[in-house]
């Protein structure tokens, strides 16, 4: 009578490789986090200056110093085309000539404070 082999994994085997997975994934968690992080900022940054120099263009053209973001991204207007949050962020109403742009409710992984601000 021959002796049958059974293929498969034993239970140390399958043990093994999962702890090796979460080891993988342990690793791989925190940075993509990060690169998340950067990357939501980065757009946040961009959107901030976007609506500041579609303000500043505005305020050049017409020699007032206030204006709605809404007014901006109106389409018959023209100055900014609609952007959405990247995130839970906000971006401000009314725009003044002269004073900081700043995005509230920025998650915290992007800014401690929750706040991001750019100079106008």
Same mark, same amino acid.
């Given at each position: 009578m021959q002796k049958q082999s059974k293929k498969g994994f034993t239970l140390v085997e399958i043990m093994i490789v999962v702890v090796i997975i979460g080891l993988l994934a342990a690793m791989a968690i925190p940075a993509f986090?990060?690169?998340r992080a950067a990357s939501q900022k980065s757009a946040i940054t961009n959107n901030l200056r976007q609506l /500041?120099? /579609? /303000? @500043?263009?505005?305020f050049l053209e017409y020699g007032i110093e206030t204006i709605t973001s809404a007014k901006l991204a @109106? &389409? @018959?207007v023209g100055y900014?085309? &609609?952007f959405k949050a990247v995130a839970? +962020?906000?971006y401000p109403t009314d725009i +003044?000539?002269?004073t900081d742009i700043e995005a509230t409710d920025v998650p915290t992984a992007v800014s401690a404070d929750n706040t991001l601000t750019i100079d106008f």
């Open positions: 986090q990060k690169v /500041a120099s /579609a /303000a @500043d263009q505005y @109106d &389409a @018959d900014l085309k &609609a839970t +962020e906000s +003044e000539s002269g």
